[in-house]
Structure formats: structure tokens, C-alpha cells
């Protein structure tokens, strides 16, 4: 089985690693076919492995061995990256320089009752929360006066849960590699 690891926080903040240490990393824990895909800590594998959460919880400790940081890994397989974007809500958004669209993937489900489409203003920014399911939180943000806030910062505090982002566009190119 090929899977995705969306690692949060890889090469921003001072924790820099190269792609190359990085599938270093991954191949030391016996996964095939190690690939990245740009510098923000997207990795392909492969592995027979099919317990999630046990997958999830060996690289996330490997990682933190070996780089001695934290490092929240989020795990998908290709029909899970479909049926996510299949089931998108942008298709029918207007997007504008100021605009920019976010599948957020989260660590579990939210167990706060939200009304969507959910709103909340924040720190130069309107994030606009349009749908969600189990794994993904597809969101909407709008700049308001040039800068934007941190809305996975907001999503983490207010709703207890583990988060990394990709932009829309760049998850449907990693679909097609």
C-alpha cells in the first residue's frame, strides 16, 4: 500500500531538514518506494503495514529520536486523498488574490458541535470553515488587511485538536505524483 505522511512543522521555524535525510529517515523504518514532494514535509511510502494509528505512532516517535523535535504526522492512502478531493467544497468557490483555500488535516474528528459554513475573525484574516469530515477540515481563509493570523493556531486551541495544512492546489498536485 502507498501512503502520504504529512508531517507538521518540517522546515519552518528553524526545524530544517532536507529531503534527503528525511527519506533517509523513512527507508531506516523498512518503508519502500521513499519519495518526497517539496521542501514542506510530504512523504510517500510504501509499506504493508494497514494500522494507522500504529504507523502514525512509529514514524512520529522515529522522527523525534532522530531529530530531536516533535513531529504531529498526519497518514493518508491514495483513495482517502480521492475520495477527500472528490468531496471538496471549492470546486464552486471563487478564489481572488486575497483568498486562499486550505484542506486542513486534523488528528481526529471535531467533537464540537459546528454550524457550517463556520466563521470567525481573526488576526487579519475571516476564516471560513465550509466543511468538514472525519480527517479534513476544508477551510476558507480571506486576507483582511495583508497579514494573516494563524488559523491552525486557532483550530488547535479551540478544538482540542492536532492539525497540518496543505493549500487545495498543492494537495491535488501530490495526488497526481
Not at 523504518?29 to 521513499?34: A, E, I, K, S, Y
Request: hydrophobic share 45%.
Amino acid at each position: 500500500m502507498t501512503y502520504l505522511a504529512l508531517l507538521r512543522a518540517i522546515n519552518v521555524g528553524g526545524r530544517r531538514v532536507k529531503m534527503d535525510k528525511l527519506r533517509a529517515l523513512f527507508e531506516e523504518l523498512g518503508f519502500g518506494h521513499v519519495r518526497t514532494y517539496i521542501q514542506t514535509g510530504n512523504v510517500f511510502f510504501d509499506t504493508e503495514e494497514t494500522n494507522l494509528s500504529l504507523l502514525t505512532q512509529k514514524i512520529e516517535n522515529h522522527l523525534r529520536k532522530q531529530l530531536g523535535f516533535e513531529v504531529f504526522v498526519f497518514i493518508r492512502n491514495r483513495l482517502d486523498l480521492n475520495v477527500t478531493l472528490q468531496n471538496n467544497p471549492f470546486f464552486d468557490q471563487t478564489a481572488i488574490s486575497e483568498t486562499r483555500f486550505y484542506i486542513m488535516f486534523i488528528s481526529k474528528p471535531l467533537q464540537v458541535p459546528i454550524d457550517l459554513p463556520f466563521r470567525v475573525n481573526l488576526k487579519g484574516m475571516e476564516m471560513i470553515l465550509l466543511s468538514a469530515t472525519e480527517g479534513e477540515l476544508f477551510v476558507k481563509v480571506t486576507l483582511l488587511d495583508g497579514i494573516p493570523g494563524n488559523p491552525m493556531a486557532w483550530i488547535e486551541k479551540n478544538w482540542q485538536i492536532s492539525v497540518t495544512a496543505r493549500f487545495f492546489d498543492t494537495t491535488l498536485k501530490m495526488l497526481s505524483k
